[in-house]
């Protein structure tokens, strides 16, 4: 048997499915306009301290699960250059802030989450291998007018580790999604940020709740240590 990984409110997976074939881990929206002082996030009015705190975390979570043979998908939040996939009313709301800008505005990554402005680029300090996916999409959810379900079902993913920022925003409606699809979801709770540390709390309870409502949450150390003692296929 796979060994489980030591989480809350029960031992992950439920099922003891933990292995190459059937568990990814996926690195949420660690894009410079989340993660640098001139991004999208400190346009909104927030500090990137949390999310920047992440990174180490993530860092190893990425190279053990390199190293094992595990499926990685990076996500990354971003807009069509002529904005025809925002709608009136994220125009408008993504300028309800002190500055004034949002989604489409001109800043020093170049436009505010917009698909290929260098703020929309995932982080250097977690590139993307060749062979991972990046699964670019218009809004909080992985799951919402992309292909991510369909890359999954073809792979026969079931399990879904899930790290990267915001936790209470773009984490949290891709486990939901991810819940509802039937998947078994872990949150890694020192690896995930919000925009204020009573967020992320927030959305870390939810996520227990009910005997595990929409998942279960562990740790970077208990997740790793978990790794240490899954085998290799013969």
């Known amino acids: 048997m796979q060994p489980r990984i030591e989480a809350s409110p029960y031992l992950w997976p439920h099922d003891s499915t933990f292995d190459q074939k059937t568990t990814a881990l996926v690195i949420i929206d660690m894009q410079k306009d989340f993660c640098s002082a001139d ?31 595990f499926t990685v998908y990076h996500t990354r939040e971003g807009h069509r250059p002529d904005l025809s996939t925002l709608s009136s ?58 292909e991510f379900r369909l890359m999954l079902n073809i792979k026969g993913i079931r399990n879904l580790i899930l790290c990267g920022a915001t936790t209470d925003v773009c984490v ?7 819940n509802d699809n039937n ?34 949450v562990s740790s970077t150390e208990k997740i790793l240590a978990a790794l240490e003692g899954e085998r290799e296929d013969d």
């Open 89 to 146: 009313r994220e125009y408008s709301r993504s300028r309800n802030n002190p500055t004034g800008k949002g989604i489409g505005d001109q800043g020093p990554l170049g436009r505010l989450l917009i698909r290929g402005e260098p703020g929309h680029d995932i982080i250097p300090e977690l590139k993307p291998l060749e062979n991972e996916n990046i699964i670019d999409k218009p809004g909080r959810s992985a799951f919402q007018h992309t």
């Open 39 to 69: 991004g999208y996030l400190a346009h909104q009015g927030y500090s990137i301290e949390p999310v920047r705190k992440i990174i180490p975390r993530i860092q190893k979570l990425l190279r053990a699960f390199r190293e094992k043979g």
């Open 183 to 216: 998947f078994d979801c872990l949150l890694v709770e020192d690896a995930t940020a919000a925009s204020a540390e009573e967020l992320h709390h927030a959305a870390v309870e939810m996520v227990k709740t009910e005997g595990g409502i929409f998942g279960a």
């Open 172 to 178: 949290s409606s891709t486990l939901r999604d991810a």
